[in-house]
């Protein structure tokens, strides 16, 4: 990979951040209809960071726009605004966000951004005018003096000049590898000219070709003179994005004799400001780092293969007939080093769902603009942590499912007032953690579904095929996920045709997750979504059925018994049951289920394993427990698949011995 190659994706990658959490700024601003003086500052910092990036990478549309927007907001900074200003100012900084993230994906995708931003930036400047026309102008500051040498810049200080206020000296470093260190100086020198009367940068000339690699290996020194305060000038520094370390303080007459110093042998007292600044440096560190996703999935795939390797030896039988008592401690320290490893691994990519989540916020603001329904989202469990994997296949199936409560969950304003609700509608999104999985639920306070017009329309389109009376809440909910499926009467540009929430089931189903769905007339439903931590490595008990063995996901299993014959009898329908400690379950052969020839037949010589799945528990017949296996999950071949419905089937693994073992999903199993 070149370095400009490199570059861009930097580019890419810190912008994208800096737009989503732009984005949600703006929400929060539109929601409370005020902006504190941080998310001010926060906003122009973005707005700051992403004009620089841009100009140096030559993205001069983009640029340019964030460069409009960043005044606006810098004149907030120091003004207080009308309320009935609010919803301009959201509308402009929206539109300037969708258009920076529509460049950035065409840069993604390998284009130029080539949008016209003209009219957007006109719009803006426009609105500034208006601002600014009806404010007290503020005090006109001086320009600020760039100087060329120490000598200049020291000249007010060693002569005792008094107008131009107090003299600082700052140090700053940037973190290792955050590219771009001299536009990023560039946009700390920018920030600090309406503050400083004077300012000295060491470089010099910070565009030159080499001083980006003079920042990296010297860090960056700055000399300011300014009548403001440190405090403030440190802020306005710390506003700069990937500060590593930051030295600061204030020069007075007792470093004259330094200076005159400084003077003679440049490069002595370079080393020497920097052990000075080290004992008095306000220091400031961020103990992370960014990581290519590729390496990290690489770095899984073969901690998998470790897990697997480990298996293979310590389970080897020709190595645990020998009973080995050095071999079997060396094994229980290579099991426990091991699972750190995963752990760790694991760990890393991790990550909040609270980013994918707060991306639905813009949802309901736009759909509630263009349906006419007042709605708020409210997010709940944001903290929660999933596999960056589960994530990213996470986000379209609660667009669909959110868009879905707004469009025919919720009522309108005026419909809610005749219900006696607030005419506000409410959608809440929760995250929790369930053991090794994920419940996601989404829910509203609309009007609920309609069970007897949801299974009409399954009778119509030939999706039910028993009576209306038999059908089950469960079969009659579930409808909505069915392909084609909608109780729109009318194609809009949201809802009608049928394809939302199938995709989104089908995206859920792919991850090993299922989905249920309640209603209640009038008091709105909710959809429950349950997915695993991560799509890698499970903790699972393998079972034999004859020759074959099988993974159950522990996590997923209550009780393990022999079962008493007594226990067993079959329902009106023919089906297999067992009674058990006051509960009634249903009984799953799986040498029938997967016709697997086997000899235990009778239910007092095999076991009988409790299993919970989303909406049912019920009881799985084998022949035997081998014991606990830490599951490496491989999806099934694709020819496999294609095969037919294996819904029953989560992945396979492999297992100590080299033998393939297929992991049952306890979700499909019981359809």
């Known amino acids: ?192 000219e309406n503050i400083c009367s004077k300012i000295l940068t060491e470089p010099n000339d910070l565009l030159a070709d080499n001083s980006e690699d003079e920042i990296v290996e010297n860090g960056l020194t700055l000399y300011m003179a300014s009548e403001t305060s440190e405090d403030d000038i440190v802020k306005k520094i710390q506003e700069t994005f990937f500060i590593k370390k930051l030295a600061f303080k204030r020069l007075d007459a007792s470093d004259i004799a330094k200076l005159s110093a400084l003077k003679c042998n440049k490069d002595a007292k370079r080393a020497n400001d920097a052990a000075k600044a080290a004992d008095t440096a306000n220091t400031v560190k961020q103990n992370f780092m960014s990581v290519n996703l590729n390496k990290l999935d690489l770095l899984m795939d073969i901690v998998g293969e470790i897990v697997i390797t480990e298996s293979t030896v310590t389970k080897n039988p020709e190595i645990t007939k020998l009973h080995l008592d050095s071999f079997e401690k060396a094994s229980r320290q290579l099991h426990k080093l091991t699972d750190e490893l995963q752990d760790i691994v694991m760990s890393i990519r991790m990550i909040p769902v609270s980013a994918t989540f707060h991306k639905m916020e813009r949802i309901v603001r736009d759909m509630s603009a263009k349906i006419n329904k007042q709605a708020i989202l409210e997010i709940i469990g944001e903290e929660t942590e999933l596999d960056k994997n589960v994530l990213d296949h996470l986000s379209d199936p609660l667009m669909h499912i959110i868009r879905n409560a707004m469009d025919h969950g919720l009522e309108t304003a005026d419909e809610r007032i005749g219900k006696n609700k607030n005419p506000v509608g409410r959608i809440v999104l929760e995250a929790r953690n369930t053991g090794g999985d994920v419940l996601i639920i989404i829910s509203d306070d609309g009007h609920g579904l309609n069970k007897d017009e949801l299974i009409d329309i399954g009778i119509k389109k030939g999706l039910i095929k028993k009576p209306k009376a038999e059908v089950t809440d469960k079969e009659a909910y579930s409808l909505i996920f069915a392909p084609g499926f909608s109780t729109k009467k009318q194609v809009t540009e949201f809802s009608g045709r049928g394809v939302g929430m199938d995709v989104a089931l089908k995206n859920i189903e792919k991850m090993g997750g299922g989905v249920s769905v309640s209603s209640t007339p009038d008091q709105g439903m909710s959809v429950q979504i349950r997915i695993p931590l991560t799509l890698a490595i499970i903790d699972g008990m393998q079972v034999s059925v004859g020759r074959t063995s099988y993974i159950i996901p522990l996590l997923t299993i209550k009780e393990s018994f022999k079962p008493v014959k007594k226990d067993i009898f079959r329902d009106t329908s023919g089906n297999e049951m067992i009674h058990t400690r006051g509960n009634v379950y249903p009984i799953i052969r799986l040498h029938e289920l997967f016709r697997t020839e086997t000899q235990v037949t009778d239910f007092e010589d095999g076991i009988l394993m409790i299993v919970e799945a989303e909406t049912q528990t019920y009881c799985l017949f084998v022949d035997n427990l081998v014991g606990e296996q830490q599951t490496v999950v491989k999806p099934m071949p694709a020819y496999i698949k294609n095969m037919g419905n294996i819904k029953s089937i989560a992945g396979c693994t492999i297992l100590g011995d080299g033998n393939i073992s297929l992991i049952i999903d306890i979700n499909g199993l019981f359809c």
């Open 1 to 192: 990979m070149s370095s400009n190659d490199s570059m861009l994706d930097v580019y890419i990658f810190e912008n994208i951040q800096l737009l989503e959490k732009l984005e949600s700024l703006l929400l929060i601003y539109e929601k409370n209809e005020s902006f504190s003086t941080e998310q001010i500052a926060d906003i122009f910092r973005i707005l700051h960071t992403i004009k620089g990036s841009s100009a140096m990478m030559n993205f001069d549309n983009v640029a340019n726009i964030s460069h409009a927007l960043e005044d606006l907001f810098d004149f907030l900074r120091a003004h207080e605004t009308r309320k009935e200003d609010y919803h301009k100012i959201i509308d402009l900084s929206i539109t300037t966000l969708d258009i920076i993230k529509t460049e950035m994906s065409k840069i993604q995708n390998g284009g130029l951004p080539d949008t016209d931003v003209a009219g957007v930036i006109d719009q803006i400047k426009e609105f500034y005018d208006v601002l600014t026309n009806r404010k007290i102008p503020a005090a006109t500051q001086q320009p600020c003096e760039t100087v060329e040498t120490q000598e200049d810049f020291f000249d007010g200080l060693l002569n005792g000049a008094e107008n131009e206020g107090y003299y600082y000296k700052a140090h700053v470093s940037f973190q290792n590898d955050c590219k771009m260190e001299n536009i990023r100086a560039l946009g700390i020198v920018k920030s600090l």
